[in-house]
T-cell receptor, first 113, second 115 residues
């Protein structure tokens, strides 16, 4: 059972465009939703994260939108740059001393110059 | 470099052989995690330690897998009698148990190929 569903699997955008990646979760006990960025040959790195008590969080060109009732959240990358080309993973975790993330399958983003 | 390091970065082994991977976390981090990542998938949790205690193991961690963190610093992950299905990237991460989400810092991974 895939607890975090991510789409699209791959995404191609032009430089300066907006990249949008969507995720949906099933377990309402999840209370922490991070996004990770992974470059080839590297481990994932935390990009931005949100708690369900807010609907949006913005850090620079990266914004998370969160819809608790729909159990969906998304990552928006504004003014996408070729350096943003990477694989992006959404994740969800529960607190209570654990915070072990359940990851989505990833989205391969290519930003053309 | 004070990040998480893993050794070796690549390992090719024949089916049935045993392999051992090492992870050195960020020095002050009390938690250490192991994940497995296959092509086209996100990382899947295997196990984690808080200091030297192994607190949780995933059902993915079969009895051929064993992990240790003897002095609460580095950790090893051993796979006995490797199978072709064990071929994957094995990621290590570490964190402090402070703040929201206990931000995890990942190492570069060890890519295992079982022939």
């Amino acid at each position: 059972q895939q607890q975090v569903k991510q789409s699209p699997q791959s995404l191609i955008v032009q430089k300066g465009g907006i990249s949008i990646i969507n995720c949906a979760y099933e377990n309402t006990a999840f209370d922490y939703f991070p996004w990770y960025q992974q470059f080839p040959g590297k481990g994932p790195a935390l990009l931005i994260a949100i708690r369900p008590d807010v609907s949006e969080k913005k850090e620079g060109r990266f914004t998370i939108s969160f819809n608790k009732s729909a159990k969906q959240f998304s990552l928006h990358i504004m003014d996408s740059q070729p350096g943003d080309s990477a694989t992006y993973f959404c994740a969800a975790s529960m607190g209570g001393g654990s915070y072990i993330p359940t990851f989505g399958r990833g989205t391969s983003l290519i930003v053309h110059p | 470099d004070t990040g998480v390091s893993q050794d070796p970065r690549h390992k090719i082994t024949k089916r049935g052989q045993n392999v051992t991977f090492r992870c050195d976390p960020i020095s002050e981090h009390n938690r250490l995690y192991w994940y497995r990542q296959t092509l086209g998938q996100g990382p899947e949790f295997l196990t984690y330690f808080q200091n030297e205690a192994q607190l949780e193991k995933s059902r993915l961690l079969s009895d051929r897998f064993s992990a240790e963190r003897p002095k609460g610093s580095f950790s090893t992950l051993e796979i006995q009698r490797t199978e072709q299905g064990d071929s994957a990237m094995y990621l290590c991460a570490s964190s402090l148990t402070v703040g929201v989400g206990y931000e995890q810092y990942f190492g570069p991974g060890t890519r295992l190929t079982v022939t």
